[in-house]
């Protein structure tokens, strides 16, 4: 169920690199195999072409991040979770936070009701298991 949702504005597409970052983002949530499923996992970054930042006289730019999971997680792990993220998200971005005028945030947003899913990509996660089961 893990969803990451990046907004940024698109006066910064040129000097970041979007696409790495998600693949970062990924491997530091897949580091937590008990608590993010690897097939469940989505991440996706949404230029904004349309925003104001501040008073709107200057070039600044934004960075959002939503963190979207189902509940379950005990607060200590939501925090460990979202605490390596960021990390990983102002390690990524601290050469254009040096450069410009940058906000950085993130949000981790956990389900309180069920959520509708229809997902086979699991299966091949617990049948890759399965297999390294058997052959150790």
Do not use: C
């Not at 608590?35 to 072409?49: C, H, M």
């Not at 390596?84 to 998200?89: D, I, K, L, S």
Request: no cysteine; hydrophobic share 35%; glycine share 4%.
């Amino acid at each position: 169920m893990p969803h990451f949702i990046l907004e940024y504005t698109d006066n910064i597409k040129e000097e970041v690199d979007i696409p790495s970052l998600l693949k970062k983002v990924n491997r530091i949530l897949l580091t937590f195999p008990d608590l993010i499923p690897i097939g469940g996992l989505r991440s996706r970054a949404i230029e904004l072409k349309d925003y104001v930042v501040a008073d709107g006289t200057e070039d600044d730019a934004f960075i959002h991040a939503t963190l979207k999971i189902g509940k379950g997680r005990t607060e200590e792990q939501r925090t460990k979770i979202a605490d390596a993220v960021f990390t990983q998200m102002k390690e990524h971005l601290k050469d254009l936070y040096d450069r410009r005028p940058l906000a950085v945030s993130m949000e981790v947003y956990e389900f309180n009701y069920p959520t509708y899913k229809w997902n086979n990509i699991h299966h091949r996660y617990d049948e890759r298991k399965r297999t390294k089961d058997r052959n150790e």
